[in-house]
Every structure is written in C-alpha cells, then in structure tokens.
C-alpha cells in the first residue's frame, strides 16, 4: 500500500510515517522541501516535492491513500496575517491535492484529513460528540472550511474521514512539552480558572486512529480524535502535578494571558468536553482512556504498565 502524508515533519506526521512504514506501507512525505525533509524522516519515508507549481496542481497518482496533516501552527499570536495563514494553509492545500487527484488517472481510496475540536468552539459543560454543531468565532470558522475542503473529495469517490483532534500529549513537544519545565519547577497550575474542559489524547492513540482510518472502510466522516475521558484544566493539572511529584498550584491568570497571546487566548480558556463516539461505535481500541495512565506511560515509560 502506498500511502502519501502531507505535513509529514511535524509532531503527529513523523509520528504516523513511524506507524505506516511499521505496518508495512509504502509512505510518501509530500513536501514543499525534500531535501530538508529527508533529514527529519524517518527510515523507509521518500520525501517528494508538491506536485506541480502553485496553479499547475500536477496529477499525483499511484497512490492508494492519503493522510493530510499540513497546516500553520495555531499556538501563536493571532495576528490577521497569522490568521490569513491560518486558514488557507489548511483549505489551499486541500484545494491543491484535490485539483491534483482529481486530474490523476488513478486516485486514492482514501483521504484521512486532520481538523481540530476548534470546530466546536467555546460550549461549556456541554458534552459534544460528532453529531454536535459547529460553534461560532475565529477558529470553528476556519475549521468549518477546513473539513469543507475535504469533503470535496467525496465527489470523486473517495472515502474521507476528518479527525477533529483535541490536545495531542507527547514528551517531544506539543502542549505538554511546554508545559513540563515550569511543572517540573514546582510552578504549574491551572489555567484561568480552570474549569474549563480539556479534551486530550496520547499521541499513540491519535496515530493509531489516524492509521485505524485508513485502513477501515467503516471510518468515513468526522471523528472525535479525543481520548475518553475528558477533565477539567485543574484536573489535568492536579494529575500532571501528581505524575511528577510537584505542586500544582500557581495559576495562570486569564488576563496575563489574553495579553501575551491576544485573541489566541481564548484556546487556553475556552474548552470543550468532547467525547470519541464515532471511534468507540467502530470499536476502536485505546490504549490510554485515562489522563493519569497516558501520563505516566509519557514521563515514566519504564515503569508504565
């Protein structure tokens, strides 16, 4: 099986090349880059160029699926230029891989598409599953066009599943990488108030789902890529506290926030209790439901069960 990634340098990319090549895929790194890719890769990953120039959107074919995680990080100061940036990163590459398919004498069976938990917006307490609405602001609009992109594909008739994902948990980056040096210096806490909600997934079941996608012709539309057990942002930071053999306690002002990060704050304080139940309805196994298990298998892999 030939299996094409784009945004293949990044966290969750490497991550799934890693897993595709392990179940014996042929993966393709679709890059603006080659030859700074090729160094990042890991072994078994060709890296090759965009297809084509910016207009032309040559065909890419021989290739059985894809899996699209390309798109500008949203961890920054939402500038209009970031925000520019932020939207059409994410539907201009959609768009490109569509022209380029869709001129292609044979196409993929499958597009697994990233998209975020952004989609839902600020919600509260509300408990949220695929068949909830989108919310309103910055960040559900440009989710919403997002995963629009993607379902173009399904005219040419492809199966296409977008992943909403919720706060991927890794060691090597991600939120919780920046979290750890001010938890591990005794000086982490909650966020604002801390009642918001915090959907969160380990990075290993998120690549799982991503590969569970691909492979399961049942896997179509959008799916939660959250773990089962949502908590508050004190929870979370009590667990991550507990995990670590630190306090907790110092609070993260929502107002020093919204200063530093600007419009973007509102990720931080603004959450959503999501659940996965279109990955639990597919029987989707998940390795690590629960916050202070995915932790410790992260911090103190050696003595994880």
């Not at 090349?17 to 090729?38: I, M």
């Amino acid at each position: 099986m030939r299996i094409a990634v784009t945004g293949g340098t990044g966290l969750i990319g490497l991550a799934i090349c890693r897993k595709l090549v392990n179940q014996g895929a042929e993966v393709v790194a679709v890059t603006r880059d080659p030859s700074r890719a090729r160094a990042t890769l890991p072994e078994g990953v060709e890296a090759v160029p965009w297809p084509g120039g910016a207009e032309e959107a040559a065909p890419l074919g021989g290739i059985d699926a894809v899996v699209n995680l390309a798109g500008e990080p949203i961890a920054q100061r939402w500038s209009p230029a970031v925000k520019s940036r932020l939207r059409e990163s994410r539907v201009s590459t959609l768009d490109r891989l569509f022209r380029s398919i869709e001129r292609s004498p044979s196409r993929p069976a499958v597009l697994v598409s990233a998209s975020a938990i952004g989609y839902y917006g600020a919600r509260g307490d509300e408990t949220l599953t695929e068949e909830s609405g989108p919310g309103s602001g910055f960040l559900p609009e440009v989710c919403i066009a997002w995963e629009e992109a993607a379902r173009r594909f399904e005219a040419l008739g492809i199966r296409t599943a977008r992943v909403r994902i919720g706060v991927v948990l890794a060691k090597e980056g991600g939120a919780l990488g920046r979290m750890l040096p001010l938890f591990r210096l005794g000086v982490g806490g909650p966020v604002g108030s801390g009642r918001q909600w915090m959907s969160w997934i380990h990075l290993d079941d998120l690549v799982d789902l991503l590969a569970f996608a691909v492979h399961d012709g049942r896997a179509a539309g959008a799916l939660n890529g959250t773990a089962p057990g949502p908590v508050t942002n004190g929870e979370f930071a009590a667990t991550l506290g507990k995990v670590l053999h630190r306090p907790a306690v110092v609070p993260a002002p929502g107002a020093a926030l919204r200063v530093v990060f600007g419009e973007m704050a509102t990720v931080l304080l603004d959450g959503q209790k999501v659940l996965p139940s279109g990955a639990q309805q597919l029987g989707f196994p998940f390795r690590y439901p629960s916050l202070e298990g995915a932790l410790r298998q992260i911090l103190h892999p050696a003595h994880s069960c």
